[in-house]
């Protein structure tokens, strides 16, 4: 399922790039984000399951998981980062925080999600694999690709 969701994120990323005010899109919230990310992955394979803002417990702290993608008793967990300054900082982060939540759930697949905001450019799309004890955890960082 993992390589269906890249798809999924990428075709989302492209309906993005394809609206009429990027713009809009760079100054939406993160909960608009992602209730335009349910709608499309609800029209485009409405047999995954699809829970946002799942609470987690990590110690004594909660946080919120923003996505969790379910299909055939697979589980991906979705976390999605708004671009900012220092924005590949933002992404290697992004990543720790993925393999953090992986590693509490027990889960082992993960994408960390940052939507293009240009309307133009390529999508990056990098799997990072770290072993931890008998688990090999996987996440996949889906973000615009950046022109240096």
Not at 59 to 65: A, C, H, L, S
Not at 124 to 146: C, D, F, M, N
């Amino acid at each position: 399922m993992i390589a269906q969701a890249i798809e999924l994120f990428q075709g989302f990323s492209r309906e993005l790039q394809t609206e009429n005010d990027v713009q809009i899109n760079h100054l939406m919230s993160e909960t608009e984000l992602i209730g335009k990310l349910l709608g499309y992955l609800s029209v485009a394979d409405p047999s995954i399951n699809v829970g946002s803002h799942v609470p987690l417990a990590i110690g004594r702290n909660r946080v919120q998981i923003d996505l969790l993608l379910e299909k055939g008793g697979e589980k991906i967990l979705v976390e999605v980062n708004r671009q900012t300054t220092e924005f590949m900082r933002r992404v290697r982060q992004g990543i720790e925080q993925v393999y953090a939540y992986l590693s509490v759930t027990q889960l082992t697949n993960g994408i960390l999600f940052c939507p293009p905001i240009l309307k133009k450019g390529e999508i990056t799309v990098k799997r990072h694999t770290r072993e931890v004890g008998s688990q090999t955890l996987v996440v996949v960082a889906i973000y615009p690709k950046l022109d240096r």
